[in-house]
């Protein structure tokens, strides 16, 4: 298992936010974190990738406890993707994305290798930016945007990709072109993936498997179809809800708040 989540509480200063959080992911596995505002999802995220340290429990990389290895290791194996990303002045897309290969790098390297610039093309091809490759990140509308930042993370070659609410400020047609291009990855590459989505039916829609949170604690997790039920949907969004079958899988009509 290529992430394993022990007994995993956290937060900031004293105050727990996560509480007591056991999760395994399998590889090529995609799991979506849902639940509603303020029920810990973003902050376990963060515990994920070291942006916090856990007050008790711990998060295992291929066994290993990733808060005692050095940054640069876990960065050639855990990628994330942020809510918000800074914007470089002036950076181009390709130039953005070989910021990737910084964790392969030894410190006194400046120039990438041949290799580093294979993989920056390849990054690039995958998320299909060859024609914006020399334009200035900042001039990209929200969509490519977010793609150019995922180039990045593929970069790193991680084995396992964190998202935190890659489909917000997108519209639909962006969601869906970067949902898409996540599920080939993932299908393709078996790269797993985890993301935080506030959109039921996207997560049901692309996920193998759904954590449901609730006030910081692990509510249910599992497919789709046993954690979106009508009775866990109330329990944690406070919404009567009704479950529909359509060609795209199972899907959440919200019926009225409770």
């Not at 930016?129 to 334009?135: A, G, W």
């Not at 049901?204 to 179809?225: C, M, N, Q």
Request: hydrophobic share 45%.
């Amino acid at each position: 298992m290529p992430l394993e989540v022990q007994n995993l509480t956290g937060g900031y200063t004293t105050v727990p936010i996560v509480k007591d959080v056991n999760i395994d992911l399998q590889t090529g596995e995609w799991l979506s974190l849902v639940g509603a505002n303020g029920s810990g999802k973003s902050t376990f995220l963060k515990l994920l990738i070291r942006i916090l340290s856990p007050f008790q429990g711990a998060v295992l990389l291929d066994g290993k406890t990733i808060h005692s290895q050095p940054a640069n290791i876990v960065a050639q194996k855990l990628a994330l993707l942020p809510q918000q990303q800074t914007i470089p002045a002036g950076l181009t897309v390709r130039q953005l994305v070989s910021l990737g290969r910084t964790p392969h790098q030894p410190w006194w390297q400046w120039e990438l290798n041949p290799e580093d610039r294979e993989k920056v093309e390849i990054a690039i091809q995958k998320t299909r930016l060859e024609k914006l490759s020399e334009r200035p990140v900042e001039n990209l509308s929200g969509g490519e945007r977010q793609r150019a930042f995922l180039a990045l993370a593929l970069a790193q070659e991680p084995k396992v990709l964190l998202l935190d609410e890659p489909t917000t400020y997108l519209d639909i047609n962006y969601q869906l072109q970067l949902l898409e291009l996540l599920k080939e990855l993932n299908q393709e590459q078996q790269l797993t993936i985890v993301t935080v989505l506030h959109e039921l039916n996207l997560a049901a829609r692309y996920s193998r498997r759904i954590a449901l949170f609730k006030e910081g604690h692990l509510w249910d997790v599992g497919t789709p179809a046993n954690v979106l039920t009508p009775d866990a949907i109330a329990q944690v969004f406070n919404v009567e809800a009704v479950i529909i079958n359509t060609p795209v899988g199972l899907q959440v009509c919200a019926v009225s708040s409770l």
